[in-house]
């Protein structure tokens, strides 16, 4: 695998959202607004590009690896919630606000299925470039599938789009020029879960599409 | 009454999965069948009460005192992390049918966010003892209270016409936010 395809990877053909469905707590959570989603987002690039480097470290050299591999599950959980622990505190300090609006699910990376998963499937028997590659993908992977959810969210539940702080766009006029009320279901969690479900039904039904195309294909090209 | 009050909001209308979306994953996954739902539901309470005093304890009579509050990340996720493989061995050597029946779940839950999450909240809320204790049973049991009535209607679905594009989570998730909309409706309540 090339580096390229190896960063790629993590946004359409393995998305942890939308293919994987890991993750998906912060991602019904917090995709109220665009700028959450960002926010989330750089936090979990953060941790999930250094977890996977130093898991890689620790695991690259077959000496270490030997002391680690029976204990690693408590070696990992230690590096990755003392990146969580520095994340916190520089969110504190910086952008106490975003801070407080995503609350509790900044702690909770730790438990993020994404960051285990790709410690152990990948990181853990790859070397350190690689591992930060695939951890930068996987995690700008994610950012742009709960960025596509909280877009929808946000357009439909409160017609802004909250890029960063006082950058955003409002789609009043849109609503207005139409006629009609934006849904404030979409922020609540009945749209999450709506939200979610249908996203995942359109990916399925697309990839359903290319599937019955090439069988198609298949059964043509057999009859040539 | 205040306690009451505390118990049914964290029950009904602050719900652990509907509301405040702590432990989707296994949701998803552990979901689709009522006896499975049972046994991991049945094991989130224990684990969640248990977790709740233990971390409690050591960040009121341990971490505050030493100030170092901001390690409470890693402190609680090793606390758990522990504890459940503790409640393991223990239920292992003692009661082996208990085991048989909540042993497949126990690992799950340490990576279940509804764990470290109700912890979390228990600080961030300042609770007493007593409302912790409340705080965390009521949430435990809403969990397995949501996710038995989850699995019942996702057995039932079973049977039914899917299209083809919402069959699996898509559909699960149509049917969670149904039950969303239900749920939200208690709030009218108090």
Request: charge should be neutral; aromatic fraction near 12%; charged fraction near 15%.
């Amino acid at each position: 695998m090339t580096a390229k395809e190896n960063f790629f990877k993590g946004f359409i053909k393995e998305n942890p959202l939308f293919v994987q469905v890991l993750g998906t707590c912060p991602a019904l959570a917090i995709t109220k607004s665009l700028e959450n989603a960002i926010g989330m987002g750089m936090a979990l690039l953060f941790v999930l590009v250094f977890s996977n480097l130093l898991v890689s470290l620790v695991t690259v050299n077959p000496k270490i690896r030997e002391l680690v591999m029976p204990v690693r599950i408590p070696v990992f959980i230690v590096l990755i919630a003392s990146l969580v622990v520095i994340v916190e505190m520089v969110m504190k300090a910086f952008v106490p606000v975003l801070f407080e609006t995503l609350g509790v699910f900044i702690p909770l990376i730790v438990v993020n299925c994404i960051i285990f998963g790709r410690a152990e499937a990948f990181a853990s028997d790859h070397k350190p470039l690689e591992s930060v590659i695939d951890g930068a993908g996987m995690a700008l992977g994610f950012t742009l599938a709960i960025a596509i959810m909280s877009l929808v969210r946000e357009i439909l539940g409160a017609g802004t789009i909250t890029v960063w702080g006082e950058a955003a766009l409002d789609l009043h006029f849109l609503y207005d020029f139409l006629g009609i009320q934006p849904i404030d279901m979409f922020l609540k969690p009945v749209g999450a879960f709506f939200t979610f479900g249908f996203i995942l039904a359109v990916i399925a039904a697309i990839e359903n599409a290319k599937k019955a195309k090439l069988a198609a294909a298949a059964v043509k090209g057999g009859t040539k | 009454m205040e306690l009451i009050a505390l118990a049914f909001t964290a029950f009904f209308i602050e719900n652990v999965l509907l509301t405040q979306f702590l432990g989707i994953c296994s949701f998803i996954g552990v979901g689709k069948k009522r006896s499975s739902s049972l046994g991991m539901g049945l094991a989130v309470i224990v684990v969640i009460v248990l977790a709740a005093i233990v971390t409690w304890t050591i960040y009121n009579f341990v971490m505050i005192p030493l100030q170092i509050e901001y390690m409470r990340t890693i402190v609680f996720i090793l606390v758990i992390a522990a504890l459940v493989q503790m409640m393991e061995t223990l239920i292992k050597k003692f009661s082996p049918s208990l085991y048989k029946a909540l042993g497949i779940y126990l690992p799950l839950i340490t990576t279940n966010c509804a764990v470290l999450g109700v912890a979390l909240t228990n600080i961030d809320q300042s609770y007493s003892f007593v409302e912790m204790l409340v705080y965390s049973a009521a949430i435990g049991f809403g969990y397995l209270f949501v996710m038995y009535i989850y699995a019942i209607i996702r057995e039932k679905l079973e049977y039914n016409p899917i299209p083809k594009a919402f069959q699996g989570v898509p559909i699960a998730m149509v049917v969670a936010a149904i039950l969303a909309m239900i749920f939200a409706r208690f709030g009218g309540i108090i």
